[in-house]
T-cell receptor, first 112, second 114 residues
Framework: SQTIHQWPATLVQPVGSPLSLECTVE??????LYWYRQAAGRGLQLLFY??????ISSEVPQNLSASRPQDRQFILSSKKLLLSDSGFYLC???????????FGPGTRLTVT | KQEVTQIPAALSVPEGENLVLNCSFT??????LQWFRQDPGKGLTSLLL?????REQTSGRLNASLDKSSGRSTLYIAASQPGDSATYLC?????????????FGQGTILTVHP
């Protein structure tokens, strides 16, 4: 069966510090991968998606970036965090664009 | 631009009641619609996926319906239990070249009290 992991589970970082969040999927090959952010009062917002290694599409202009160095690994990064980057970050996967999406446990990021 | 609205924003019911959660979307050109459950501080759990060609989808005590032409979906929960307490989210997928990008509603917070 397929499993999706995210780490860390919780992170507290000062403004201006770098960020790296990791997501890995087990039990499937060539999945579509997605990064979402859930901020208080703003619902779930798609940040990035990837249909293959090295292929990243950005949905929202911001100081975040994403990379996919391996088939089942998706990384969310920032060089300098802003207060507005605080939120709950969720990674998801699907077999393709028309298929059911499955979400990971999330990372709670607090920027202080 | 697709917009998804969920009504009510919050719902509190006694255990055993049957209940309906509503989801509406502005653009009927969807490929499928997915209902999720989210417990506090946790990720999303997929409950039901209903394709645009389907009218209903059932899983246990859950039944989701879809009226694509009117831009509406409902999630029916039968014989509610305290363990059903969570936030319920619906999301629409435009399919095709959208690559599975989901547009979410704001959610309905459900509380089932004993």
């Amino acid at each position: 069966s397929q499993t999706i992991h995210q780490w860390p589970a919780t992170l507290v970082q000062p403004v201006g510090s770098p960020l790296s969040l990791e997501c890995t999927v087990e039990g499937t090959s060539n999945p579509n991968l997605y990064w979402y952010r859930q901020a208080a009062g703003r619902g779930l917002q798609l940040l990035f998606y990837s249909v293959g290694i090295g292929q990243i599409s950005s949905e929202v202009p911001q100081n975040l970036s994403a990379s996919r160095p391996q088939d089942r690994q998706f990384i969310l990064s920032s060089k300098k965090l802003l207060l507005s980057d605080s939120g709950f970050y969720l990674c998801a996967w699907s077999l393709g664009g028309n298929y059911e999406q499955y979400f990971g446990p999330g990372t709670r990021l607090t920027v202080t | 631009k697709q917009e998804v609205t969920q009504i009510p924003a919050a719902l509190s019911v006694p255990e055993g009641e049957n209940l309906v959660l509503n989801c509406s979307f502005t653009d009927s050109a969807i490929y499928n619609l997915q209902w999720f459950r989210q417990d506090p501080g946790k990720g999303l759990t997929s409950l039901l996926l209903i394709q645009s060609s389907q009218r209903e989808q059932t899983s246990g005590r859950l039944n989701a319906s879809l009226d694509k032409s009117s831009g509406r979906s409902t999630l029916y929960i039968a014989a509610s239990q305290p363990g059903d307490s969570a936030t319920y989210l619906c999301a629409v997928n435009a399919g095709g070249t959208s690559y599975g990008k989901l547009t979410f509603g704001q959610g309905t917070i459900l509380t089932v009290h004993p």
